[in-house]
């Protein structure tokens, strides 16, 4: 059996178009609206990702398409009108670009989307080249991972480790990702811990602890 993914290199997507920094305006519409993608890296030399360009940094120009910009200037940030007037990608990408390398965690991965309100992260070695790119789309795929496989890791990764005598006395059943743990165990102190390492397991939706004392009711 496979284990779940763990890694941005486990669901990140390879194949990535990318722009240099004189790619012009209408060029960069075209790209994204051939590949279907909110955001396109800017690159330089042999496939540095320098910044990134996105849709947010195209809508200025049709957002002061009909406007006087003195008008704007103390209502808008400058940044704004700049990329308003914008022609190629140098001028229009935000940089440096908000990057994560192909070993880091779905949840590292997860975390800089979230922080830096970004919808697709390049992937980069250690000399900052691209190596793919990693969506929400993407870390949202772990969610597709069949039942009975996160059961299966949930009885070898964290009930034989915390209960491993027996573990027949603790039954794990997994139900569109929602996870239901039911038993006897000797020592309830360890119900938390069950808890958080079942929830870390990827593709779980939600825990039901359902454990009790050795002694306790049924």
Do not use: C
């Not at 390879?14 to 051939?34: H, S």
């Not at 006395?169 to 929602?178: A, N, P």
Request: aromatic share 2%; proline share 5%.
């Amino acid at each position: 059996m496979e284990d779940s993914a763990r890694t941005v290199s486990d669901v990140m997507t390879n194949t990535v178009v990318g722009v240099g920094r004189k790619a012009a305006f209408k060029e960069i519409v075209e790209l994204m609206q051939q590949w279907k993608v909110s955001a396109l890296p800017v690159l330089e030399g042999e496939g540095r990702v320098v910044g990134v360009v996105s849709e947010a940094d195209l809508l200025p120009k049709e957002e002061f398409r009909d406007s006087d910009p003195d008008r704007y200037t103390q209502l808008r940030r400058l940044r704004d009108m700049a990329k308003a007037g914008a022609l190629t990608a140098d001028e229009l990408m935000s940089a440096p670009a908000v990057t994560v390398h192909a070993d880091a965690t779905l949840a590292q991965a997860a975390r800089a989307m979230a922080h830096r309100r970004v919808k697709r992260l390049p992937v980069v070695d250690a000399q900052g080249m691209l190596e793919g790119v990693v969506s929400r789309s993407d870390l949202l795929k772990v969610f597709l991972r069949p039942d009975d496989e996160i059961a299966e890791e949930i009885r070898r990764e964290v009930v034989s480790v915390l209960f491993p005598k027996p573990v027949s006395s603790i039954q794990v059943t997994v139900s569109d990702g929602v996870v239901i743990l039911t038993g006897r165990i000797r020592d309830t102190q360890l119900v938390p811990t069950a808890a958080r390492l079942t929830r870390a397991v990827e593709g779980v939706v939600d825990v039901d602890v359902q454990l009790s004392g050795a002694h306790g009711p049924a």
